[in-house]
Structures are given as structure tokens and as C-alpha cells.
T-cell receptor, first 109, second 112 residues
Framework: AQRVTQPEKLLSVFKGAPVELKCNYSYSGSPELFWYVQYSRQRLQLLLRHISRESIKGFTADLNKGETSFHLKKPFAQEEDSAMYYCALGGGGGNKLTFGTGTQLKVEL | NAGVTQTPKFQVLKTGQSMTLQCAQDMNHNSMYWYRQDPGMGLRLIYYSASEGTTDKGEVPNGYNVSRLNKREFSLRLESAAPSQTSVYFC???????????FGSGTRLTVV
């Protein structure tokens, strides 16, 4: 069975500090990993996907198959980064996504 | 451009009542999904429809039924609501074969 683990429910950092949101997965096939974000009073939206190897809003995430991880990183946190972040794993047919439990990021001034 | 529209936004039900949550998308997506979001549990898939005319169970289907009415619409029905179904429900859609979901704004359901 596929599983996504986000060990931190809440992560508090100061503005300008580095951010790392942890995500580990369990999947027997070739994984497709994603980060979704939900800002306050907004809809859940796709932030980035591992296959694109892109940087969105200063965030990057590298798939590490050896450690089965897909941590989300940003070198300098901004106040507008405060949101709920979900790691998601695709696979198993039907375009289904398995989501982690989410990490609430709070950027303090 | 509406994207994914969910109705209603809020609902309070008494235990045993039934209701249908509506979802419609205008992006010509083939695949549609229903998730529930609970504190500490993340998003869990209830049912999905990979394409028009097909529906399949997700992780937590018990107590729910779905109908893919046409390509645009995918409804979720609670036949006999229970307090354990108090949650925020999200509908999403995507192109077939793609994981870039577009989400609706959610329905906050309380069962008393």
C-alpha cells in the first residue's frame, strides 16, 4: 500500500530563515511526487511536481529514492509562505493521489 | 473561468438525514475526485471517476455513494448521515493521466 508521511504538524520559522518541510513516502513502483499548498481562505493548489524539477515561489523539492523522501525547501522564508502544505504521491491507477497529513507552516516576523 | 464549483459551501445535518454534495467542472477534464479533509488525517479519497461512466472506491467509501452524471458533474451522496461524517469535503478534477488536480473551494459539513 502506498503511504505518505509528513512528521510535522506545525513548523514555525522566522522570516528570512531557511525552511524544510519533510515528506517520506512508501511505494513499490516508480513514484510521482507533488507538493500542494492551501493558503488561508484559498483553494488547495498544486505547488510543484518532482518530474518538472522546477522552482516555484522560491521552493524546490528533490526526490531521493534511496531515502524515499521528497522534502520541500526554501532558503529564505517569507511571511506569505504561511500556509498548509501537503505532500502527495501518485500511483496505483486512476490518477489517484495519496496525501500526507499536512504541515502547517507559520512564518513569524 | 469558474474551474471546479462545489455546492453548498456549508451544511448542517441531523443524524440520519440524507444529502447530496454537488460538483461541476468546466475545464473538460476526464477525471474527478471526492476527498474529505479532517484535522490530523490530511485528505483521504472517498471515490473517484477516472472517466465519464466509471466510478471507483477510494480509501474511505463507506457511507457514501457517487454519481458521475456527465463529463462535467460528479455528485457525492450521504444516504444516512452520521456524526463521523462531519468533515470538509473537496471535489477535484484533472486531465486523464495527469496528477495536476484543480480543487473546488470545499463544503463544510456538520452532522449533529
Amino acid at each position: 500500500a502506498q503511504r505518505v508521511t509528513q512528521p510535522e504538524k506545525l513548523l514555525s520559522v522566522f522570516k528570512g530563515a531557511p525552511v524544510e518541510l519533510k515528506c517520506n513516502y512508501s511505494y513499490s513502483g516508480s513514484p510521482e511526487l507533488f507538493w500542494y499548498v492551501q493558503y488561508s481562505r484559498q483553494r488547495l493548489q498544486l505547488l510543484l511536481r518532482h518530474i518538472s524539477r522546477e522552482s516555484i515561489k522560491g521552493f524546490t523539492a528533490d526526490l531521493n529514492k534511496g531515502e524515499t523522501s521528497f522534502h520541500l525547501k526554501k532558503p529564505f522564508a517569507q511571511e506569505e509562505d504561511s500556509a498548509m502544505y501537503y505532500c502527495a504521491l501518485g500511483g496505483g491507477g486512476g490518477n489517484k493521489l495519496t496525501f500526507g497529513t499536512g504541515t502547517q507552516l507559520k512564518v513569524e516576523l | 473561468n469558474a474551474g471546479v464549483t462545489q455546492t453548498p459551501k456549508f451544511q448542517v445535518l441531523k443524524t440520519g438525514q440524507s444529502m447530496t454534495l454537488q460538483c461541476a467542472q468546466d475545464m473538460n477534464h476526464n477525471s474527478m475526485y471526492w476527498y474529505r479533509q479532517d484535522p490530523g488525517m490530511g485528505l483521504r479519497l472517498i471515490y473517484y471517476s477516472a472517466s465519464e461512466g466509471t466510478t471507483d472506491k477510494g480509501e474511505v467509501p463507506n457511507g457514501y455513494n457517487v454519481s458521475r452524471l456527465n463529463k462535467r458533474e460528479f455528485s457525492l451522496r450521504l444516504e444516512s448521515a452520521a456524526p463521523s461524517q462531519t468533515s470538509v469535503y473537496f471535489c477535484a478534477s484533472s486531465r486523464q493521466g495527469a496528477y495536476g488536480y484543480t480543487f473546488g473551494s470545499g463544503t463544510r459539513l456538520t452532522v449533529v
